[in-house]
Nanobody, 121 residues
């Protein structure tokens, strides 16, 4: 059994900061890419930021320069530092990991349960 456990969401004022964390727990052989997605009410889920096992990153244009994704491979954990938050960043944020449970398994996508981020004064 593999679980992605997220933490760090909450209510913040515009211009504020939050840091999200997501730890992959369970029987894990290796983790390839990890990432953060978000889904606002009435909208499709979208990629916010991704990071490969080697540390290469990519970001949605809307968050470039404000958000930073990082990972600790020893802890199987990915982080999302969010600065200069805007009301339009309000959404449920989901962690994603492409991982293998054993050397003979193919890689599959796993998702966290989601954490609410609300930016409002």
């Amino acid at each position: 059994q593999v679980q992605l456990v997220e933490s760090g969401g909450g209510l913040v004022q515009p211009g504020g900061s939050l840091r999200l964390s997501c730890a992959a727990r369970g029987s894990i052989f290796s983790i390839n890419a990890m990432g953060w997605y978000r889904q606002a009410p009435g909208k499709q889920r979208e990629l916010v930021a991704g990071i490969t096992s080697g540390g290469s990153t990519n970001y949605a244009d809307s968050v470039k320069g404000r958000f930073t994704i990082s990972r600790d491979n020893a802890k199987n954990t990915v982080y999302l530092r969010m600065n200069s938050l805007k009301p339009e960043d309000t959404a449920v944020y989901y962690c994603n990991a492409d991982l293998r449970r054993s050397w003979y398994d193919a890689a599959y996508d796993y998702w966290g349960q989601g954490t609410q981020v609300t930016v409002s004064s």
